[in-house]
């Protein structure tokens, strides 16, 4: 063999086991456009990984779902070990504890972020450091991150919206809305959808607060803007636990029956689909926790070595009491 055929021999070979561990982008298996690239901690299967997992918090239902859902998926991946850490919405607490992380030399981070501007740094500190990362559910300020995985937000809205002229209110009609945490994405966009659903119509907003997704802080914002505004028609309420407060306010000022539509649907007992299906709410938008494909890419990107999307967007559903039943079912059989 000439000199030059062993140099083009070594080369072949050297780009050969790049493309293979997926370090390179464009010859990693499965790479699309604008997709984000593999892990550099990637190594095959016969590797080991610690994951961080931060959430937001654990007084919502719906981020004890989100974890639960993590850990179920992670039990199928014997690579796997993850980490957990509850902010107890507390941006500065959420910013420490993925410090915390980072000096433990995570292989991956997956955040839930209280609120986005506040984390957007630690974020990016993760990211720069090649540290993939996941954002989940609620986003961060600019690109600095490895995929997002969430649900339209926008669109669940605009769903909402569309519910309301179409179905509760078809005359239209005076919505107030309780709105959840000020900084975090999720609540400006379904505001923003929701606006949108409804133009054109006569149903318009004649007022707001913020519940900050809770249920108990949703029923003293309820109380308040029921006691303010009399005459409103239907409660809008961002998420289903602010909905079971806005129905406790209703019964308490003695409109027991005053429509509410929430978001969330989790199919548990205590969630928005069975809320729905015993009249407690007229309907609800189901809204994936997102963790079992968090675990998944994962999954691509430590052991498989392959780069994920930038965005990943999971889908919705109306709930209403015509399909309750079915739709909880259906989801805890899946």
């Known amino acids: 063999m000439s000199e030059n055929t062993r140099r083009t021999a070594v080369l072949v070979a050297a780009g050969l086991a790049l493309a293979a561990c997926g370090t390179t982008h464009e010859n990693a298996p499965g790479a699309a456009s604008g997709a984000a690239p593999a892990a550099r901690a990637c190594q095959g299967p016969g590797g080991k990984y610690t994951i961080g997992m931060s959430q937001a918090n654990l007084a919502e239902p719906y981020r004890v ?3 639960d859902d993590v850990r179920k998926a992670a039990a199928g991946v014997p690579q796997f070990t993850v980490r957990y850490a509850d902010a107890a919405q507390d941006n500065s607490k959420q910013v420490e504890q993925v410090t915390t992380f980072l000096t433990q030399n995570i292989d991956l981070l997956i955040i839930s972020p209280n609120e986005a501007t506040p984390l ?31 649900a339209d937000n926008v669109d669940i809205g605009r769903q909402a919206g569309r519910f309301f002229a179409g179905k509760l209110l078809p ?23 929701f606006d949108q659903g409804i133009a054109g119509t006569n149903v318009t907003v004649i ?97 498989d070595c392959r780069p994920v999307g930038k965005t990943q967007t999971l889908g919705t559903r109306l709930v209403t009491e015509d399909n309750a039943a079915a739709v909880y079912e259906e989801l805890n059989r899946g």
């Open 120 to 150: 957007t740094g630690v974020v990016k500190q993760a990211y720069d450091r090649g540290i993939p990362v996941l954002v989940l559910d609620r986003k961060v300020d600019g690109d600095a991150y490895t995929s997002f995985i969430g």
């Open 207 to 303: 007022a707001t607060a913020d519940g900050d997704w809770l249920r108990d802080k949703g029923q003293q914002q309820a109380e308040a803007l029921l006691k303010a505004h009399p005459d409103a028609q239907a409660i809008f309420s961002e998420n289903d636990p602010m909905a079971e407060g806005a129905r406790l306010a209703a019964q308490n000022a003695g409109r027991p029956d005053l429509p509410i539509v929430g978001i969330d649907g989790l199919p548990v007992p205590d969630g928005g689909i069975k809320a729905v299906e015993a009249g407690r709410q007229s309907a609800t938008f189901v809204y994936p926790t997102g963790g079992a494909q968090a675990v998944a890419a994962a999954k691509t990107l430590l052991v």
């Open 65 to 67: 779902r989100m974890d």
């Open 171 to 193: 005359r239209g009609g005076k919505v107030v809305e309780l709105k959840g945490l000020a900084g975090s994405t999720p609540a400006k966009e379904r505001s923003d959808g």
